[in-house]
C-alpha cells in the first residue's frame, strides 16, 4: 500500500514551460487540456489508493509502509480526501469544457467515431487535376514539392563537395598518398 510520500508530485504547467505548438489554436489548447486530464486521472487513482491505505487498521501496516500513526492518520486521509475531490472536479470541468469546444466547433459526430478498417479518408483543399480514384489536396502538393526540392538540393550540394574533392586531388602533387581509395 502506498503513501502519500510515494505519489508522484503534483506538476502544475508553468506556461512558459508549455511548447507554444500546444497554444497556437482553441483546438490545441483543448488537446493539452486533455493530456492533463489524463495525468490528472492517473493523481486521482493514486490519491483513491493512498486514501485506502490510510482506511485500514494502523494494525494491517505492512513494515515497508511509511503511514503516520494515531490523529496524523486521520489528518493525512484528510488532505488526500480533498485533493482527491479537488482532483476530480477538475477533471470533469476540463472534460465539459472540451465537450462544449467539440459542440461549438459543430464537429461532426462521425468525425470523432473511429472509421471502419482499412479507411483511407479523403485528401483536404484544393489540388491538381489526378486520375481517378487518385486524389490530393494542395498541403499534400506542398508536401511533395518541398521534398522534391528538398532532394534536389541535397543531390546539388553533393555534387559541389564531390566536385571540389575531385579538383583538390588532382590539383594535389602527391594525390596518389592522399587518396583514401588508394590506401
Not at 495525468?39 to 485500514?56: F, G, Q
Not at 469546444?101 to 473511429?114: E, F, L, N, Y
Request: hydrophobic share 35%.
Amino acid at each position: 500500500m502506498a503513501h502519500r510520500q510515494d505519489l508522484p508530485p503534483i506538476q502544475e504547467s508553468d506556461p512558459s514551460e508549455i511548447d507554444p505548438i500546444w497554444m497556437s489554436s482553441r483546438t490545441a489548447r483543448q488537446i493539452y487540456a486533455l493530456g492533463e486530464v489524463e495525468k490528472d486521472i492517473t493523481r486521482l487513482l493514486s490519491l483513491a489508493a493512498s486514501s485506502v491505505s490510510l482506511l485500514t487498521l494502523p494494525q494491517t501496516d505492512e513494515p515497508e509502509d511509511i503511514l503516520p500513526q494515531g490523529e496524523e492518520r486521520s489528518e493525512q486521509f484528510v488532505l488526500e480526501v480533498s485533493e482527491y475531490f479537488e482532483r476530480l472536479y477538475s477533471i470533469q470541468d476540463n472534460i465539459r469544457s472540451s465537450l462544449a469546444h467539440i459542440r461549438q466547433s459543430r464537429i461532426a459526430p462521425s468525425a470523432i467515431t473511429a472509421p471502419s478498417l482499412g479507411f483511407v479518408p479523403p485528401s483536404l483543399g484544393v489540388g491538381l487535376p489526378r486520375p481517378a480514384g487518385t486524389s490530393r489536396g494542395l498541403q499534400e502538393e506542398r508536401i511533395d514539392r518541398d521534398a522534391w526540392v528538398g532532394i534536389l538540393d541535397a543531390l546539388t550540394r553533393l555534387r559541389a563537395s564531390q566536385q571540389r574533392e575531385q579538383l583538390v586531388q588532382t590539383s594535389s602533387p602527391h594525390n596518389e598518398y592522399m587518396c583514401p581509395t588508394k590506401l
